[in-house]
């Protein structure tokens, strides 16, 4: 009887060594599965920045352009017209100054904002490289776990062989 328990001992050690294999796997494929879909956002969200940077240069050019006044060829009706368009801008110079002082201050936030979204993006594939060497390491731990827990079953097996 008790050859009859030791037998079923070293079965239930090989069950329980095989679920261990499995669940393994599955995680590491889950793992692998996750890491690729990563890899693919982060690569779409990098080119998202560089076009943040283009569109932040743009409003910078046309906040520039605000209150310019075209030049015109020289001669009299058209240096009256420039005078008119200098008077109008300094009239409404008091009406339009908070607009433009905001959009300054807004086009400011944003360029820190796109520098913060680019730190971020370095940190994040630092993490992801980071990421990366650990899998192997993990990988690798598995391995060894899995060569040992092999060698404790061969070993457990072989020492109830021995006992019968």
């Known amino acids: 009887m008790d050859a009859k328990l030791k037998g079923e001992e070293a079965t239930t050690v090989a069950e329980i060594l095989e679920k261990i294999r499995a669940r393994l796997s599955e995680r590491i494929k889950s793992e692998l599965a996750a890491e690729r879909g ?16 283009v569109l932040l240069d743009a409003a910078y050019t046309l906040q520039g352009q605000v209150g310019a006044i075209n030049p015109r060829p020289k001669g009299l009706v058209n240096d ?11 009239a409404l110079g008091w009406y339009i100054r ?36 650990l899998l192997g390491d993990l990988t690798d731990l598995r391995q060894q ?20």
């Open 145 to 164: 776990t899995l060569a040992k827990l092999e060698r404790l079953a061969d070993e457990l097996a072989k020492r109830e062989r021995e006992r019968l």
């Open 98 to 133: 908070p607009t433009v002082q905001y959009q300054q201050a807004t086009l400011q936030l944003l360029g820190e904002v796109i520098e913060v979204l680019e730190r971020d993006q370095k940190r994040l594939e630092t993490l992801e490289a980071k990421a990366g060497l």
């Open 38 to 53: 990563t890899s693919s956002q982060s690569s779409s969200g990098q080119a998202s920045i560089p076009r943040l940077r």
């Open 80 to 90: 009256l017209i420039q005078f008119f368009k200098k008077a109008l801008r300094r």
